[in-house]
C-alpha cells in the first residue's frame, strides 16, 4: 500500500514503516498513540474532487483511499455512512445562527458514529486473517463492532460496563456477541478487555489505542465537506468521550486539506458534560488531563480517563477551536429542541454538541454570523430511558371522546 507512508508516534514524533501491524508505539508503549501517515501524492493519483464525482458508493467506503486498508470485499459491508447533512430550518434561529447544519449520524446501521470506526476494524481484522474481535465500549462502539462484525463473519467478545443503557446491550446480544457486563465502571471495563485481549490474542477494536478507528471516524468529516460542495462551515461541534472521534474529525479535514480539496480547517468546538469533563478541565487549567469522576446521564462519553487526549487535544488546538461543557440539564434541553424543531432523535451523548453550540453562542465564543455543523452521533431510541425524562409522559386518556375533550388536551 504505497499510499501509507507509515506510523507516526503522537508522543515522540517517531516514525514506524507500514506493515506490520501496529497498536503503539514500542518506545513510548501504551500511552504513544500512534497516527497513520499518508503519502499524499500516491493518494492524489486515485482520490480528488473528479474521482468522486463519478463514485456511485455512497457509504463511507468512497474514502477507502483514505483508509489503512487494502480494501476488498467492502461492498459486502453494511451500509456506513453518507448519512443526511440537513440545513436546520428552526433550531439555528432558536439558538442565535444563520446558518446551522445538523449531521444524523444516529442514522447509521447499529445508530451510531462508532460504525464508522468499526467498519474499518472489520475489514482490518478479516484482512489481517483474524476470526474473533474485541472491544471494551460504553455502549455504542460495543453494538457497532457486534454488529458490523456479525455481517461479516467475525466473532466478537464485548466488555460494558454494568451502567450501558439497556437498548446497547439489548443490541449486542441480538448481534450474537459474547458479552460481559462488568461489575465496574468503564476504566476498569477497558483494563479487563486489555487482559483478555492479552491473554487470548483477540483483534484489538479499543479506540483509543488502535490507530485505525480514527481513520474510520474521520469519515464523517470528509463527508460534510463534500456534503457541503467542499465548502465546510466555520465551526464543526462534536461531543467527546475518549477523544477518538474529534481526533478524527480533525485528520479527515487536515487529508482534504493536504490534498488541496478544502481550503481551510473548520474551528473544532469539543463539547462535554460538567459531570466528565476532563478535557474543559485541562484546557481551563492550562496542564495535563486530570482523571474525573464519571458523573453524567451521557453514558457514551462518560470517560473520566480518556484513551486519546493527543488525538483530542490536538484538533481543537490545531484548528483553533475551543473547548466548552454543558450540564446534563442542557443535554436533555437540547434532546427536547432537537426532537422537536428538526425531527432528529438523538441519545443524550449524541446531542451534547448541540447543547455546546447553544451556549457557545450564548457566551460569545461562536459569532452568530458564523456557519455551523453539530454532528448528532447517536441515535436516541437505544436509551429511551433518558429520553422520557427529557420528554416526560404521554397524556393517559380513557377510551371516551368526552374525558378527551374535557381534558382540554386538544386544541383547534
Ligand atoms: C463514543 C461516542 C461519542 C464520543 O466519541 P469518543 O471517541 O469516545 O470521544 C460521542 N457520542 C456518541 C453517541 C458516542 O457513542
Ligand atoms: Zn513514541
Not at 216 to 245: M, Y
Not at 291 to 297: A, D, K, S, V
Not at 361 to 370: A, F, W
Request: aromatic letters at 8%; charged letters at 20%; glycine letters at 12%.
Amino acid at each position: 500500500m504505497n499510499r501509507i507512508a507509515g506510523y507516526r508516534c503522537t508522543l515522540c514524533r517517531k516514525e514506524y514503516p507500514f506493515g506490520p501491524e501496529r497498536m503503539t508505539c514500542p518506545s513510548c508503549g501504551e500511552k504513544g498513540i500512534l497516527d497513520i501517515v499518508y503519502d499524499y501524492q500516491s493518494v492524489r493519483r486515485i482520490f480528488s474532487r473528479e474521482t468522486l464525482q463519478k463514485d456511485h458508493d455512497n457509504s463511507m467506503w468512497r474514502y477507502r483511499a483514505l483508509m489503512p486498508i487494502q480494501g476488498e470485499g467492502l461492498a459486502d459491508f453494511l451500509r456506513i455512512g453518507w448519512t443526511p447533512l440537513y440545513r436546520s430550518r428552526k433550531l439555528g434561529g432558536q439558538i442565535g445562527l444563520n446558518t446551522l447544519y445538523i449531521k444524523d449520524d444516529g442514522l447509521n446501521p447499529t445508530g451510531s458514529l462508532k460504525d464508522r470506526a468499526s467498519g474499518v476494524a472489520v475489514a482490518k481484522a478479516i484482512e489481517l486473517g483474524y476470526d474473533t474481535i474485541c472491544c471494551s465500549s460504553t455502549g455504542n462502539a460495543a453494538s457497532s463492532c457486534a454488529g458490523n462484525a456479525a455481517r461479516m463473519g467475525l466473532k466478537t467478545v464485548i466488555f460494558v460496563p454494568e451502567r450501558a443503557p439497556i437498548g446497547k446491550v439489548a443490541q449486542l446480544l441480538i448481534f450474537g456477541a459474547n458479552v460481559v457486563s462488568v461489575k465496574g465502571d468503564y476504566r476498569q471495563t477497558f483494563e479487563l478487555s486489555k487482559a483478555a485481549i492479552e491473554k487470548w490474542g483477540f483483534y484489538n477494536r479499543n479506540a483509543g489505542i488502535n490507530p485505525v478507528m480514527t481513520e474510520g471516524k474521520k469519515t464523517v468529516a470528509i463527508e460534510i465537506a463534500e456534503q457541503l460542495n467542499w465548502n465546510p462551515t466555520d465551526w464543526v461541534a462534536i461531543s467527546v468521550g475518549d477523544g477518538c472521534t474529534i481526533g478524527g474529525v480533525y485528520n479527515g479535514f487536515y487529508d482534504l486539506l493536504q490534498l488541496g480539496m478544502i481550503e481551510r480547517i473548520p474551528k473544532i468546538l469539543g463539547v462535554q458534560s460538567t459531570g466528565c469533563c476532563p478535557f474543559v478541565n485541562a484546557d481551563a487549567a492550562g496542564g495535563a488531563l486530570v482523571p474525573t469522576p464519571e458523573n453524567t446521564l451521557a453514558d457514551s462519553i462518560s470517560v473520566g480517563v480518556p484513551r486519546n487526549p493527543v488525538k483530542a487535544q490536538r484538533a481543537v488546538k490545531a484548528s483553533g477551536g475551543a473547548w466548552i461543557a454543558v450540564s446534563d440539564d442542557e443535554i436533555l434541553e437540547a434532546m427536547r429542541m432537537l426532537g422537536r424543531a428538526e425531527g432528529v432523535f438523538g441519545e443524550p451523548a449524541g446531542v451534547t454538541a448541540t447543547a455546546g453550540v447553544k451556549a457557545a453562542v450564548e457566551r460569545g465564543m461562536i459569532k452568530s454570523s458564523e456557519s455551523v455543523t453539530v454532528v448528532s452521533t447517536g441515535s436516541g431510541l437505544k436509551d429511551v430511558k433518558n429520553a422520557m425524562l427529557a420528554a416526560g409522559e404521554p397524556f393517559a386518556c380513557e377510551p371516551d371522546i368526552r374525558v378527551l375533550e374535557a381534558s382540554g388536551r386538544i386544541k383547534q
